[in-house]
C-alpha cells in the first residue's frame, strides 16, 4: 500500500507502482524500468473532497443527436483503416518502430488535409525535432507549399493556451512521449507525464471538436510505451508495421471505436515518401519464384481486404540434439502445433530436423487460417517437390487432424482468380456451403481436403 503523500516508484513500462525501488517489475518482467516520482494522491484527495457534488441527469437510448462528417484524407489508405474518414473530436493514437515512417505519414495526412477544397486548418507540433528539421523533411517530400502550421513545443500549458483560441481542425503532437506539465514533477515520457499530458489533450480535443494525432513510441516488446490506459482514453489504436529492409509499410487498426479493427492500408516507401499500394497481393507475390520447394500461396484477409502471401518453409538436418524452430511472422507456438499434428496423424517425423518459417515481405500474419498453408510448405520442403506455382491455399487444422472451414471463403478465392490462379486447396465444407448461398461459380478448380492425412497424396 502507497503512503499518501509519499515517493512511489513507477514501472515506466507497464504504469504498475511500488511502494520502494526494486529492480525487476513483477507486472511485466521488465529490469530497471522502476523510476521514482512524486505522488499526487493526496493533493487529488483534498480536491474531491472540498468540490460539491452535483445530480447527473439520465436520458433514453432514443432522442436526438449530432451527425458528424468525416473527414477525408485524401489517402484511400487512411480513410480505409479509420473507418471511411475521421470523425471530428476522436484521438488517434499512433505507434510504431523509430525510423519506421510515422512522422513522414502524419505529415503526409496533415499537408493533404490542409490541401483539400475545405482548407481545414492543421496543427503540426513536433516535440523531438526542430521546425528547420521538419522543413527539411516537407521539401524532401514536395509539401512545401502546403498550408501547415508548424510549431516546435513540448509544454503542454503552451499548447493548450495556443489551441483554445483557434481553428483547429487536426492537430499532431509528435510525440506524447516528449511532452510534460508544469504541474507533474517527473521528467518527460514518465508514466505520470504521459498519461496527464495525454488526459488534458484529450479533453482539450473533444470539447474543441478537432482531430488529435498523438504519436507514441514503442517498447522492445513492440507495445507503444508508457500506461496501457493510454491506449484505452484514446479513440483509435494504430500500429506503422514494417522492416526497415522492405519498402512497404502496414498500418494496422488494432482498436477504433469508429470503424472496423483488425483493418491494414498497405504503403510503399519511395523517395518522395509514402505511396498507397492499390493492389497488396501483387506487392507480396513480386518476387516469388514457381517450382520452389517449401513455398506455398496464403489466401488470407486482413480486415476487410483479401491478401495473397507467400509461405516459406526450410526443413534441414539439425546437427543437434534439440532441433531448432525459427518463425518470423507468424505465431511459433502455431507453428509447433502443426508440426505435432503432422507427427501424430501423419506419421511425419521433425525431432531431428530444423524448421524455419517465414512470411515472404516481412507481414505478420495472425488468423489461423493459414495452418494449412504452412503444413503444405512444411512438407513440401521435407519432401523436395513444389508445389503447383499457380495454387492458393487456405483452412485451419484441428489437433485431432481435421481441417476446418474459415471465414470469407469467397473473398479469398475471388482475390486469387483475380491474380491469376488457377486452383486452390481448401476446407471440405465450403463445397456444401457455396451450393447452399449460391455462392459465385469461380474459373479455379478447388480441391476440397478434409484432413492432414490428405496432403501426403500432393507430394507422392
Not at 499532431?172 to 488526459?199: H, W
Request: charged fraction near 20%; charge should be neutral.
Amino acid at each position: 500500500m502507497v503512503k499518501r503523500g509519499a515517493n512511489i516508484f513507477v514501472c515506466q513500462n507497464c504504469g504498475t507502482s511500488y511502494p520502494k525501488w526494486q529492480g525487476k517489475c513483477d507486472s511485466c518482467g521488465e529490469w530497471n524500468t522502476i523510476v521514482e516520482e512524486v505522488s499526487k494522491t493526496e493533493g487529488f484527495s483534498k480536491l474531491n473532497s472540498s468540490s460539491v457534488a452535483k445530480k447527473i441527469d439520465f436520458v433514453p437510448l432514443k432522442g436526438d443527436m449530432e451527425t458528424y462528417s468525416r473527414l477525408k484524407t485524401g489517402i484511400k489508405e487512411i480513410d480505409r483503416v479509420s473507418g471511411g474518414g475521421l470523425v471530428p473530436g476522436s484521438v488517434i493514437l499512433v505507434g510504431g518502430d523509430p525510423g519506421i515512417g510515422k512522422s513522414t505519414l502524419l505529415l503526409q495526412v496533415c499537408a493533404g488535409l490542409a490541401n483539400m477544397q475545405e482548407h481545414y486548418p492543421c496543427y503540426y507540433i513536433s516535440g523531438e525535432e526542430a521546425i528547420d528539421q521538419v522543413r527539411i523533411r516537407a521539401s524532401r517530400l514536395g509539401l512545401s507549399d502546403s498550408p501547415v502550421n508548424l510549431a516546435s513545443a513540448t509544454n503542454v500549458n503552451n499548447i493548450i493556451a495556443t489551441l483554445e483560441n483557434s481553428d483547429a481542425a487536426v492537430v499532431i503532437i509528435d510525440s506524447i512521449q516528449t511532452m510534460y506539465l508544469d504541474t507533474v514533477e517527473s521528467t518527460p515520457g514518465s508514466v505520470g507525464q504521459v498519461r496527464a499530458c495525454a488526459y488534458e489533450l484529450i479533453k482539450l480535443a473533444k470539447r474543441k471538436g478537432f482531430v488529435l494525432f498523438l504519436v507514441g513510441h514503442v517498447t522492445k516488446q513492440g507495445e507503444i510505451a508508457g500506461p496501457r490506459v493510454l491506449e484505452h482514453m484514446v479513440d483509435t489504436v494504430l500500429y506503422f508495421e514494417g522492416e526497415r529492409g522492405h519498402h512497404f509499410r502496414i498500418l494496422r487498426a488494432v482498436k477504433n471505436r469508429y470503424g472496423a479493427t483488425d483493418e491494414i492500408g498497405v504503403f510503399e516507401m519511395q523517395d518522395k515518401g509514402l505511396v498507397e499500394v492499390e493492389n497488396p497481393s501483387a506487392l507480396f507475390l513480386a518476387e516469388r519464384q514457381g517450382n520452389v520447394s517449401g513455398s506455398c500461396v496464403f489466401a488470407g484477409v486482413e480486415g476487410s481486404r483479401p491478401l495473397l502471401v507467400e509461405i516459406q518453409a526450410l526443413v534441414s538436418q539439425s546437427g543437434y540434439s534439440t532441433p531448432k524452430r525459427a518463425v518470423v511472422g507468424w505465431d511459433s507456438n502455431r507453428l509447433s502445433m502443426i508440426l505435432a499434428v503432422l507427427e501424430s496423424r501423419c506419421g511425419m517425423n521433425f525431432s531431428t530436423h530444423d524448421v524455419y518459417l517465414n512470411i515472404a515481405g516481412g507481414l505478420k500474419i495472425s488468423e489461423p487460417a493459414a495452418d494449412l498453408a504452412v503444413a503444405m510448405a512444411v512438407i513440401s520442403s521435407l519432401t523436395n517437390k513444389p508445389l503447383p506455382a499457380d495454387m492458393a491455399v487456405f483452412g485451419e487444422i484441428g489437433l485431432s487432424g481435421e481441417i476446418r472451414m474459415v471465414a470469407q471463403p469467397n473473398l479469398r478465392l475471388k482475390e486469387a482468380q483475380k491474380l491469376g490462379f488457377s486452383s486452390a486447396i481448401i476446407p471440405p465444407v465450403f463445397g456444401k456451403d457455396k451450393k447452399e448461398k449460391g455462392a459465385k461459380n469461380y474459373e479455379l478448380t478447388c480441391y476440397e481436403i478434409g484432413n492432414v492425412q490428405r496432403l501426403i497424396n500432393w507430394f507422392n
